[in-house]
T-cell receptor, first 109, second 116 residues
Framework: GQNIDQPTEMTATEGAIVQINCTYQ??????LFWYQQHAGEAPTFLSY????GLEEKGRFSSFLSRSKGYSYLLLKELQMKDSASYLC??????????FGAGTTVTVRA | NAGVMQNPRHLVRRRGQEARLRCSPM?????VYWYRQLPEEGLKFMVY????????ESGMPKERFSAEFPKEGPSILRIQQVVRGDSAAYFC??????????????FGEGSRLTVL
């Protein structure tokens, strides 16, 4: 089975940095993904890690440690539009994603 | 360049009725995935289809739920004799062959089913 844990909620101030942690236990591993989902909208792909280390993409970075079953998503220079739910997902094979329950990030002015 | 299109966006049904949710994948995508999202829970995989072929339906409830992706037309998720527990957001995603593994799934905006 799959078990993916991430915090339920986080709050941060505009311009600050927030780190969203994700731990996972899965029967197979084919990559870890982060998606962003605004309320009532479609999840949108943010990042993909399959090797250990940090992947940077603009204000967002994602880190993976396979030996620890751990990832984080780092959001820098927070903007109000970053208020959303952030979903950690693990692929155990070529196509099936198992999602965590999501972390709701609220950015305050 | 239209994205993944789902309809209806909102659907209300009474217990015992049928619900049909439609999904048209992005242009050039031949793989479709259905996920269900319950309140306060993560997206749960339901089924993976290619044209005229169900590849993996391990996430589908054994009864009342079925999915198809015909040669022509959208993919359809069908729920018969709906119960209150079926109330959820149903998301469809699509990908090109071989790109599902890299997470390059493009999601539709979901169909929100409410069962009264």
């Amino acid at each position: 089975g799959q078990n993916i844990d991430q915090p339920t909620e986080m709050t941060a101030t505009e311009g600050a940095i927030v780190q969203i942690n994700c731990t996972y236990q899965t029967s197979g591993f084919n990559g870890l993904f982060w998606y962003q989902q605004h309320a009532g909208e479609a999840p949108t792909f943010l990042s993909y890690n399959v090797l250990d280390g940090l992947e940077e993409k603009g204000r967002f970075s994602s880190f993976l440690s396979r030996s620890k079953g751990y990832s984080y998503l780092l959001l820098k220079e927070l903007q109000m539009k970053d208020s959303a739910s952030y979903l950690c997902a693990v692929s155990s094979n070529d196509y099936k994603l198992s999602f965590g329950a999501g972390t709701t990030v609220t950015v305050r002015a | 360049n239209a994205g993944v299109m789902q309809n209806p966006r909102h659907l209300v049904r009474r217990r015992g009725q049928e619900a049909r949710l439609r999904c048209s994948p992005m242009k050039g995508h031949s793989h479709v995935y259905w996920y269900r999202q319950l309140p306060e829970e993560g997206l749960k995989f339901m089924v993976y289809l290619q044209k005229e072929n169900i590849i993996d339906e391990s996430g589908m409830p054994k009864e009342r739920f079925s999915a198809e992706f015909p040669k022509e037309g959208p993919s359809i998720l069908r729920i018969q004799q709906v119960v209150r527990g079926d109330s959820a957001a149903y998301f469809c995603a699509s990908s090109r062959p071989g790109q599902g593994a890299t997470g390059e799934l493009f999601f539709g905006e979901g169909s929100r089913l409410t069962v009264l």
